[in-house]
């Protein structure tokens, strides 16, 4: 394949670049912000925040791929004291350890579950009510969804199966995903590829090769002309809090009454905010009548049963809405494999964190990814093989 464009420099974008370079492919990236990364840009300033809370899951492809090229970087390490206070917010209380049946369930793989039934149905079924609403609940923290429990039992209990395995999949790069970003983006140059940033395009190249659009969705449905290139995802508060530090804050409040979980992310990074200051995030999901303030009120009331005097305590704060961009989540009756395809025909392929690929969160952008770049290259292929036959015949 001689050139690529690719349109879009986030974490998809990023990949299929350095995979389509590596491959000895001409490649051009064009990101239409000041600054590659797209939802996993980290904020400048003193609290480096992500778009969102953001974890690299060590049993996935990526971490693999990440690690052979020197890419992952530093990961901010947990102190032991600090695992210690992980707390669950349950009937009303904190609690330090969640129900027992929560394990049992989290235990199951996801090849157990049915894809045509919902989480909810068939949890209760086999564990009744109780560990189905906990376990719906906790799941929230990988999937951001106001009722995980309305969602395929397939798709639902593997996350959950990962989210809460030990020990922990999750793991954060030192200084937020910008940093890792930043490599990535460093990478791709090493190897030749152009990257144009502050550069949107409202059409996509013609006659320059396959283009790869690595774009949100809606975004990639509007380029492409296709409005119905659509799928489910979430809709959440995104809070983000500077507090003075306060020794025994607890480092995770997870909800097991309903979908939402906060974590302080200087408890294993405390480059992400001042000295003497500790950065607490969520990304709380809320249902498609709720407001910005239902969001917010449940985070207060999170902070309110886990963090003492904390408004007092507050040096900065910002809340947001966001609206489908937490992933893909899939329906009963639907797989990853139903999501809107990769290869779009006639040379142009989508890809990100709701297409058809497996995975769970991020995992979903590199798959996809590293098969648009695949895909392209075997198009390709079969093109030369193609012209080099008709020559031979003309020959």
Known sequence: MRKLTIIGGGFAGLTAAITAAEAGTEVTLHEAHRTLGGRARTAEGPYRTNEGPHALYSGGPHWTWLKQRGLLGELAALPPAEALRFRVHLDGALRRTPPLGLFRQA????????????????????????????????????????DPGSLSARFVQERLHRAACLPPEAHYPRGGWGRLIDRMATRARELGVRIE????????????????????????????????????????????LALRTRKGD??????????????RYTAQDPSLAPAGQQLVQAQLPIGPGASKADGVAHAERLLDAGFPGWRERTVWRRESVSQGRTGAVDLPGTTWR?????????????????????????????????????????????????????????G
């Open 107 to 146: 235990r199951r793989t996801a090849e157990r579950a049915p894809v045509d039934l919902d989480f909810r149905t068939w949890v209760t079924g086999l564990a009744g009510e109780r560990t189905a609403r906990v376990a719906s609940a906790y799941v929230g923290v990988a999937l951001f969804h106001h």
């Open 250 to 263: 607890p480092f995770v409040v997870s909800d097991l009454d309903v979908p939402g979980w906060i974590e």
């Open 338 to 394: 139903d999501r809107p395809a990769v290869d779009r025909g006639d040379g142009v392929y989508l890809v990100g964190d709701q297409v058809a690929a497996p995975g769970v969160l991020s995992e979903v952008s590199f798959t996809s990814a590293v098969e648009a770049v695949s895909l392209a290259l075997r198009a390709d292929r079969l093109e030369h093989h193609h012209r080099h036959g008709l020559d031979l015949k003309r």
């Open 197 to 240: 940033t502050s550069s949107r395009v409202d059409t996509l190249p013609l006659g320059g090769g396959p283009v790869i659009v690595a774009t949100a969705l809606p975004a990639a449905a509007r380029l492409l002309g296709e409005p119905s290139l659509t799928w489910e995802s979430g809709r959440t508060v995104l809070f983000d």
